[in-house]
């Protein structure tokens, strides 16, 4: 009995041995894992035994992405995605540093581990795809690369699934996946409570289209244990954007690309190819998250020598009369906003309080004859309405120091501005206006292509081509969300997507919520710069529509919000005279360094930033509906310097809604290691400038 019991455990153990020996052979079980330079953050990457690839990632030690796979599918081919042996691996690490030549801070630390692990099926047709994965301190980045296959040059791909499995019900701030906008207001609900179907109807714009329960990125997300992390992709060039697919039940989110109606793909990309990074923000603590530079870190350096012709700056502009209905674009109209006179009523408004730029919309021909169907070859982006001398107010610009910003409107007739791109920047180029803001209001034609499809991405790197030929820099509106490719390219200074500051003029709901903003910081903000326009002085606007803001706050948002553009958006009756528009004439456009010193996701947050050249510095924190005290610890001024402060804080009794202009001001000397607290209102913020004194 003893014996048998004996044989058949030796049996087992011995069948055992072999099937284990067999599988090694046969499916390789080795997990190839990669560490971050401070090793608080790692991947492993293995494949399954049916010769799936899969990856997972820790953070500090504890797994924060369970075990996820990834799947291509193709026209015309077998899906990628098992059956697959490594064929080679090939590691790196890189330390280095590079300067932006505009942005956040000066100098960028970029430190990371790479591992290229190149992927081979088994079986005809043999094909290989690569998989890069980057691993930063704050985060990591994966991409793929298809290479060069035998008698194919192209690849027609109709899905990517790329999955991340979470650990837990994390709370997770979203906007539905709108395929054609940006401008839904964020919700906040545990991963399992999303929801974006049931918005299916939430018409934003006048265009929209929720097809998936799915959400755009950047998504943040926080567990339970308070950990950060927000997923968003860099780099995005040639490819159709990412979304992320709400998986439940299963805790996890696969890519969703927006695809091609016209042409029933999603991208159809030249090989050998590489996708854009997927990547995941992964930090302790809020502030972190917009402290980290892992998106532009991801994107390949400059292609672009010299940008010195675009300067940073701050801008007035014939735009907030026209949303809040004192004028109009269009030239038969009761009010014709962009007149020659009123231009120049703005420079002298501009030259006077140190603000370098004047965006004028409404300027040329089209604007009375953009219906909702006729679009196609209405806009001329060359030829002026007859009471508006555009050579004339560049001049006048020119002389007071104060630089026009050209506006393209398209009306999302794309194919009608592609035909007139040439034209339009040579326009610029001749009149030396160095920056466009670009607009795409409506349904994308050609017809079947959408806002953020592959079609439309490269539609807007022509844009950014074509500005570098003419040397303009571009702002787009309704744009394709930014990726990082500002390293790249650096006329790509700033853009829309998101609900701006213009939905306070009108929107239907009444506006931003106070804890917009304070959202924004940690979301869309993560991806790069935001054209929001702050600056409103005048808080009500209509019976419906006011600034759900404090003074205050308002001030603040120049130093919170980035952007290597700023508009003073109000009109200039509404600053004249009112001392708080001393810190919009002062405050910084372009920074040495920049500390995130505090904040909360949708609470409140605080930042300062140093301004480059002159080193002074300039502090805004806001907060959402909920009034809260701050204490700054001014330890990041220089040690051996005295400031001259000036604070604008919420008054007492300041509140968003019963008193957004309660403001006090108060001027004081500051010096490295002085300790303030403060109080801001429900809605509230606070603005500090802090010169160096001389
Ligand atoms: C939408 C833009 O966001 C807004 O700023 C602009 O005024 C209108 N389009 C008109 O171009
Ligand atoms: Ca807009």
Known sequence: MNNLRKNKYNFFWIFGFFITIFSCTKTEQTVIDLKSPSENIGIEFFLKSDGSPNYLVKFNNQLIIDTSAFKFEFEGQSAFNKGLRIAKVSKKSVSETWEMPWGEQRVVANNY???????KERQAPKRSLSIYFRVYDDGIGLRYEFHEQESVDSLVITDEKTTFKLLGNHTCWWTPADWDCYEHLYRTSKFSDIDVLSLKNEHTLAQSHIPFNAVHTPFTMRTESGVHLSFHEAALVDYASMTLEIDAKNLAMNSKLVSSERFGYAAKVKLPFKTPWRSIQIVEKAKDLIASNLILNLNEPSKVKDVSWFKPMKYVGIWWEMHVGKSSWAYKSKVHGANTKNAKKYIDFAAKHNIGGLLVEGWNT???????????????????????????????????????????????????????????????????????????????IPKGEYHHSQWMVNHHMRVVQAGLKYQVAINAHEPIKPTGLRRTYPNIISREGLRGQEFNAWAADGGNPPEHLPIVAFTRMLAGPIDFTPGVFKFKISEKNSINTTLAQQLALYVVIYSPIQMACDLPENYEGNPAFQFISDVGVDWEQTKVLDGEVGDYVCIARQERNTLNWFLGAITDENSRPINIKFDFLDESKEYEATIYKDAENAHWKNNPTGLVIEKMLLKKGDEKSFVLATGGGLAISLKIKK
């Open 113 to 119: 581990n790479e591992v290229v692990i190149k992927l």
């Open 366 to 444: 089209g604007w009375e004859d953009w219906t909702s169907d006729g679009r196609e070859g209405i806009f001329d982006f060359v030829t002026p309405y007859p009471d508006y001398n555009l050579e004339e107010v560049v001049k006048y610009g020119r002389q007071k120091g104060v630089e026009i910003i050209m506006h393209n409107e398209t009306a999302s007739a794309v194919t009608t501005y592609e035909k007139q791109l040439d034209t339009a920047f040579k326009l610029m180029n001749k009149l030396q206006i160095h920056s466009v803001k670009t607009g795409y209001v409506g349904k994308i």
